[in-house]
C-alpha cells in the first residue's frame, strides 16, 4: 500500500503507525483481526485523513460560527464512564455549500478528543427533539457514521438517539442499511422514560429528563471539563477542618511513611546514576521491590506519570479512599505542576501545586474527603512546565510563574477514575502498595476474547486444511499405487 499510494498518505500518519502499536491494535480489534480487511481500513482512512487534512485542523482553520451554534460539542460522562458527543440535530440545516465545513468541524472534534484522551471510546448522542423533515440531511448522517465505522477504529460505543420524530423512520432505515451488524447492535432509541438506562441524569438537560444546567457558549472550547472554573485545593489546614483527629492524625502517619519510601527511592535513583550512564535514561524505572510488573507510566517530554491512565478506588463498601501519582522529572530544570480535578469538592490532593527537582521522583497523595465515593466520570489533570534555574519555588513564585508561562509549553495529562468493587482490592491501594496496578476492565476482557475467538476460528482453519491435505495425500497415494500396480501389469503381460 504504501509503495503505491505512498504520495495519498500524510507523512505523519505514517510515522505514527509505525510507533504507535495501541493504533494498530484498534484497527485489528476493529476489524476482528482479520489482517487484510485491517490494511484496508488503514488505507481507506489515511488517505480520507489527508484529503480532510486531518492533522491540520484547528479552531482557526475552521469559520467561528460553525463552533457558536453549538451543533456539536463533547460534554458529560455515560454511566460507563465515556465522554458523549453531542449532536443537537435542530441547529442543523441542509445547506451544500456549508457541508465541506461541518464534515471538518466533526473530523475536528474526534481528531481533538483522540489526540487528548489516547483514543478513548466515545457514546454518540443525536438530540433530535424538536426536528422536522427539514433537519434531516442523510449525506451529513452518512459521513458521521463513516467516520465511525471506517476511518476511527474501535472509537465508538454506542450510539445514543433522543426522541426520533416518527417523520424520521424512513430514513433511518436507510442509515441502518450504511451500518454493519457490530455498529447496529450499537443504535439506542431513547426517549426521556428510558434515555438514563444509559446517561445518569447530572448530564443530560432538563428537556431530556436530567438536572444537567450546562449551557452551550464558545468560546472556549466546551469538551475540556478542565476549562471550567474549578478551584485549587486550598491550605491542608482548611481541608482537613471537617475531619475527625484519628483521621488527621492517620494522615500524617502514612504521609511520613510514604516520604521515607520516596528517599528510599531517591537514594536508590542516585545509585544507579553512578553506576552507568547507559543505565540514566531508564533511571525513571526503578520501583520499589513491592511494584509489580503491571504499573503503567505515561512518559511525558517532562515528567513521566504512574499510572499512566486511571486511578483506582475501592468501592464506598471497600472504604479505600487514597491513591498514588508519582511524577519523574526526566529533564534539567525543576518542573512546575499542579494537579486539577473536575471534582474538587470530593477530592484532596497534597501537593496539588508545587514543584520537581531534576531526576527526582515526587509522591502525590490523591484521597476522598469525608464520605463521598470516586466516580468512573471523575476525572484529573495533571498540568507541567519547565521553571529557569533562577526562579524560586515558593508558594508566590509558583502563583506568578502560572500566570506568566505560555499555553504551548505547559505539558497535561489526563486520569480518570476507576472503582474497585471487590471487598479485597490487593495491590490496588495506598496501604498495599506504593503504586496503582490496574485491574482488568469489561472493555479489557472483551478485546481478550475476540482475540481467542480470532485465534481459535484461525487453528480451526488450519486443521480443515491439515485434513484436506491428510485425505489429499492419501488419495493420491492410492492412485500411486494403483498406477503402478498397472505398470507392473502391463509389464508381465507383455513378458507372458
Not at 324 to 346: G, H
Request: with cysteine; net charge negative.
Amino acid at each position: 500500500y504504501f509503495l503505491d499510494k505512498s504520495d495519498k498518505y500524510d507523512s505523519r500518519d505514517v510515522e505514527r503507525l509505525q510507533q504507535d502499536d495501541k493504533w494498530v491494535e484498534n484497527y485489528l480489534i476493529w476489524r476482528h483481526d482479520v489482517v487484510d480487511d485491517t490494511l484496508k481500513m488503514i488505507d481507506e482512512s489515511f488517505q480520507w485523513r489527508k484529503e480532510y487534512t486531518v492533522n491540520d485542523l484547528s479552531e482557526s482553520v475552521l469559520p467561528k460560527w460553525l463552533f457558536e451554534i453549538g451543533a456539536l460539542f463533547l460534554h458529560g460522562y455515560d454511566k460507563e464512564g465515556y465522554k458523549l458527543f453531542w449532536f443537537k440535530v435542530k441547529h442543523h440545516t441542509r445547506d451544500p455549500k456549508q457541508q465541506l465545513d461541518k464534515k471538518k468541524l466533526v473530523a475536528f472534534w474526534l481528531e481533538h478528543y483522540a489526540k487528548r484522551d489516547h483514543g478513548k471510546p466515545l457514546t454518540v448522542v443525536f438530540d433530535m427533539a424538536e426536528t422536522g423533515i427539514s433537519h434531516i440531511d442523510l449525506d451529513f448522517v452518512r459521513f458521521i457514521v463513516n467516520c465511525f465505522t471506517d476511518y476511527y477504529p474501535n472509537f465508538l460505543t454506542k450510539i445514543v438517539i433522543f426522541e426520533m420524530p416518527w417523520i424520521m423512520n424512513a430514513a433511518f432505515k436507510i442509515v441502518k442499511g450504511w451500518l454493519g451488524p457490530d455498529a447496529i447492535s450499537m443504535l439506542k432509541f431513547t426517549n426521556k422514560n428510558d434515555v438514563q438506562e444509559y446517561i445518569s441524569g447530572e448530564y443530560l438537560p432538563p428537556h431530556m429528563g436530567g438536572t444537567d444546567s450546562f449551557k452551550y457558549s464558545y468560546p472556549p472550547l466546551v469538551d475540556d471539563d478542565f476549562q471550567t472554573p474549578l478551584c485549587e485545593n486550598g491550605p491542608i489546614t482548611s481541608e482537613d477542618e471537617h475531619e475527625s483527629k484519628e483521621e488527621i492524625d492517620a494522615d500524617t502517619k502514612e504521609t511520613g511513611e510514604l516520604n521515607e519510601a520516596q528517599n528510599l527511592n531517591q537514594k536508590k535513583m542516585n545509585s544507579i546514576e553512578q553506576i552507568s550512564k547507559s543505565e540514566e535514561t531508564d533511571k525513571t524505572e526503578v520501583k520499589p521491590k513491592n511494584a509489580k510488573k503491571a504499573l503503567t507510566t505515561f512518559k511525558g517530554p517532562l515528567l513521566h506519570i504512574s499510572p499512566a491512565e486511571e486511578l483506582y478506588f475501592g468501592s464506598k463498601e471497600t472504604g479505600e479512599k487514597k491513591c498514588l501519582i508519582v511524577l519523574t522529572n526526566v529533564t534539567k530544570n525543576v518542573v512546575a505542576f499542579k494537579v486539577r480535578t473536575t471534582a474538587p469538592e470530593k477530592y484532596r490532593v497534597k501537593p496539588s501545586n508545587s514543584s520537581c527537582e531534576p531526576g527526582t521522583s515526587l509522591d502525590i497523595i490523591v484521597s476522598l474527603h469525608g464520605g463521598f465515593a470516586a466516580s468512573l466520570q471523575d476525572r484529573f489533570l495533571i498540568m507541567a512546565a519547565e521553571m529557569d534555574q533562577s526562579s524560586g519555588a515558593g508558594v508566590p513564585e509558583l502563583t506568578q510563574f502560572w500566570k506568566e508561562v505560555p499555553r504551548t509549553k505547559v505539558m497535561e495529562h489526563r486520569l480518570r477514575c476507576h472503582v474497585i468493587e471487590s471487598s479485597k482490592p490487593s495491590s490496588l491501594t495506598l496501604k498495599d502498595n506504593a503504586f496503582n496496578i490496574p485491574a482488568k476492565t469489561n472493555e479489557d476482557l472483551h478485546i481478550q476474547l475476540t482475540h481467542l475467538l480470532q485465534i481459535n476460528k484461525r487453528l480451526e482453519e488450519q486443521m480443515n486444511r491439515c485434513l484436506w491435505f491428510q485425505q489429499l495425500s492419501v488419495v493420491l497415494s492410492l492412485l500411486s499405487v494403483t498406477v503402478a500396480a498397472f505398470c507392473f501389469y502391463l509389464a508381465y503381460a507383455q513378458r507372458s
